[in-house]
């Protein structure tokens, strides 16, 4: 077993991560993923992954931030029942104004003129409203050397509300420790903030509690309409039209809250604070008890109003999206805004498409199961099923992902196109991914730009982290890091390709180049009677793998393009060739290896029975060591051509690589020619160079080695061509490319 050492594949690894690393830089070099504004390129975290981005089936995606510009701009607003707001304002036309901001975008006459009217009915309660959105925030503001104040916020919704109440009238200042200073119409006025409940994914809400120049303990909230309603106190009379005023915002696709306040005593608030303060010293379970905490002073709140704000999706999102699911690749969006806010994002963004809307709502276990089981099976029922859009919201997400119809789920959401999850927490967000990649065993994709999208794109196998305004917690835990959404096109359906590609044709080939050999050896031994000898020399078989055969592979690996990226940008459908594996199914490894034995046969027998046949000019025969170098000679020759053919993208590197590898086959012969480290080789390479058949039998063994695949290429690209065969012999009598239709 020894002498057939060489079988084992001892230069895949290397080349391989060699070659992983080169495709890594290549993507980091990518200009295409360049972006200006954050002086960024794709940054490449681990580059065992890269051949995975031609594999993606499902792609998870947040909303906020990943799909949008999570710039937010302020557009309405519901105070007491009534609506303000609806004109989009031109900043351009107030740009030198002081007080306008670029994340305002709200004019309406009819708010201005019941603020400077005391005696509107709406007068105290659209004041009230203006410092609700000063006060109920974690905005730290900043004096800027023109005396010009800044604010440093944490969350782009913030900012917006906050920007708008001081576009009002009503300016935060100053934040000093527990003290914040306002500036309300004109007057200057201190507040002290007593505690501050946290916003987070989990509780989807915050609040403050302060004290007020009255001396009274306020608390103000603000939160989803589907946590705030449920710590409303009874008879609101205006939160019936507060909703109609949300649902109204949802359809337009804004982003949406609710504000509230209740008063509270001062002996429950003493009683409450000394148990936050516990809750805020405790060394375990900091978090959960804080938010225990909170959730038994939240309640009994009053409806003041509520806001809707603008989040403009990016540029190129809608035709990414589009060619993501022309690709075949089933894309979710996992969200925690409402529906109706979801599902126009979705029609925005080519998320839904053509495709029939499926919205399933539900309050209970068995009427998830139910309706999830009966709307699989009039999908699967149809002869002639359209695209389908799943919708459902975080609450029946709850039930789906319960281990009894967990299975029924991911059946539905396999035969829609798409999938939008309304309401959804982080932990449904990772879940949710876990079930598919676990349950289809297939290549899942997660992409997302804040802390709550760490868990999801960690449970992924690809995760991708988008460097956006919520920090760079998910570019740091991601496998990818990108400026945009729409590079993820280029991601995937250019260097996706282009990496699988390589690597298993690659793959495939040095597991060929090694079985080559070891079959060389295998025939070698029938020969010998199956004693110890050796085909070949030691020092040329290490010679063979580092320096004879290794260079024009390894470039391969990292260089090579099989379709050009004009056309794998144009035609998403190529991608499916790389989902489907094409060029690594079972039946195209026996294809190898079955030629990589018929190969080593020509390989030894021909040169074998060629030298049998030979006189030399003084009437020696042929020595052992002379007819194991003409081998050697034909194996070095044949594994670089059959590389050479597979090779569709050649550039200066790889014609040098080849020349390299030939250079360097004849240094080291010419070197062991004539050195004494090599006894047995010593003036065996000038004597094969003086045999004039060596010549003949070298140039009959390489064209036999091109014939098959010759034959090969020309049968599978004229009876069985695929879709990228197809392309490119139409870019090649057609200036432009013209998409093919499905057959």
């Known amino acids: 077993m020894i002498l057939f050492f060489s079988i084992v594949p001892l230069s895949l690894y290397v080349t391989i991560e060699f070659g992983r690393i080169g495709q890594s830089n290549f993507i980091s070099w990518d200009h295409q993923m360049y972006h200006p504004e954050t002086n960024s390129f794709c940054k490449v975290k681990t580059s065992s992954l890269n051949e995975e981005l031609g594999l993606i089936e499902h792609i998870f995606s947040d909303k906020t931030g990943t799909l949008t510009e ?50 509107h009915p709406h007068f105290s309660f659209l004041r009230h409203f203006l410092f609700i959105l000063a006060t109920c925030q974690t905005i730290v503001p900043k004096t800027r050397e023109d005396g010009r104040i800044e604010y440093m916020a944490s969350s782009p919704d913030e900012l917006a509300l906050v920007e708008f109440a001081r576009h009002m009238g009503v300016a935060l200042l100053e934040r000093v420790n527990n003290r914040i200073t306002l500036d309300v119409f004109g007057e200057r006025q201190d507040f002290e903030i007593l505690n501050t409940n946290a916003f987070s994914s989990t509780r989807r809400r915050m609040s403050v509690i302060l004290r007020n120049t009255n001396g009274e303990i306020k608390i103000f909230m603000k939160g989803a309409d589907s946590v705030m309603s449920e710590r409303m106190a009874p008879n609101q009379p205006f939160w019936d039209l507060t909703l109609k005023h949300l649902d109204m915002y949802s359809v337009e696709g804004l982003r949406t809250l609710v504000f509230a306040e209740a008063t509270l005593d001062p002996e429950v608030y003493q009683e409450w604070d000394q148990r936050y303060r516990d809750a805020a010293s405790a060394v375990e379970d900091r978090e959960e008890a804080l938010e225990a905490v909170a959730e038994d002073i939240e309640k009994q709140m009053n409806i003041i109003g509520a806001t809707a704000v603008e989040d403009r999706l990016q540029d190129g999102v809608p035709d990414t999206i589009q060619a993501i ?138 995760g991708i982290g988008i460097r956006g305004k919520e920090g760079v917690q998910a570019a740091l835990s991601s496998d990818y890091a990108i400026s945009q959404f729409r590079f993820l096109h280029r991601l995937l359906f250019v260097h996706g390709h282009w990496c699988f590609h390589r690597m298993s044709e690659a793959v495939l080939y040095i597991l060929s180049k090694h079985f080559n050999s070891a079959w060389i050896q295998v025939f070698c031994a029938f020969v010998t009677g199956f004693s110890t000898q050796t085909a070949y020399d030691a020092t040329l078989m290490v010679g063979f793998t580092l320096f004879f055969s290794f260079s024009p592979a390894l470039l391969y690996a990292m260089t090579d393009k099989d379709v050009p990226e004009q056309l794998l940008l144009k035609d998403p459908q190529l991608y499916r060739e790389t989902q489907a594996k094409l060029n690594f199914r079972p039946k195209y490894w026996m294809g190898w290896i ?89 003036g065996v390479f000038a004597q094969m160079l003086r045999t004039p058949i060596f010549y003949l039998v070298l140039l009959l063994v390489i064209v036999i080695a091109i014939l098959p695949l010759l034959l090969y290429k020309y049968i599978q690209r004229t009876y069985y061509p695929r879709r990228s065969d197809i392309l490119l012999e139409q870019s090649k009598y057609l200036h432009e490319y013209s998409p093919i239709e499905d057959s």
């Open 70 to 119: 999570n710039q937010m701009t302020f557009r309405f607003c519901s105070v007491a029942g009534a609506q303000y707001g609806g004109d989009v304002y031109d900043s351009l036309h107030n740009r030198n104004s002081e007080r306008q901001s670029l994340s305002v975008h709200f004019n309406d006459a009819e708010f201005k003129q019941v603020l400077e009217d005391p005696g």
């Open 594 to 682: 079955l030629y990589s034995v018929c190969m080593s046969a020509i390989e030894f027998y021909v040169p074998v029975m060629a030298l049998k046949v030979s006189v030399y000019h003084n009437a020696q025969d042929t020595g052992l060591w002379l007819q194991n170098l003409f081998v050697m000679t034909c194996l070095v020759f044949v594994v670089n051509i059959q590389i050479a053919m597979i090779q569709r993208e050649w550039t200066y590197l790889n014609y040098r690589a080849f020349g390299l590898t030939f250079f360097l086959w004849l240094l080291f012969n010419f070197g062991i020619n004539f050195a004494k480290f090599s006894p047995d080789l010593f």
């Open 325 to 462: 699911r022309a690709a075949g690749i089933r894309f979710w969006m996992l969200t925690g805004d409402r529906q109706e806010t979801a599902i126009n994002i979705g029609h925005s963004a080519n998320i839904v498409g053509a495709s029939k809307v499926i919205t399933l709502n539900s309050t209970s276990m068995k009427d998830a199961c139910t309706k999830i089981r009966q709307t699989a099976a009039d999908i699967t029922s149809e002869k002639h099923p359209a695209g389908y859009v799943l919708v459902m919201n975080g609450v029946t997400l709850i039930f789906a992902l319960h281990e009894s119809i967990l299975d029924s789920f991911i059946e539905l959401a396999s035969l829609c196109s798409s999938v939008i999850i309304c309401r959804a927490t982080p932990l449904q967000k990772c879940l949710c991914v876990k079930s598919i990649k676990e349950r289809l065993h297939v290549v899942t994709l997660a992409i997302g730009d804040g802390a709550n999208d760490v868990s999801m794109i960690q449970a992924a196998n690809v």
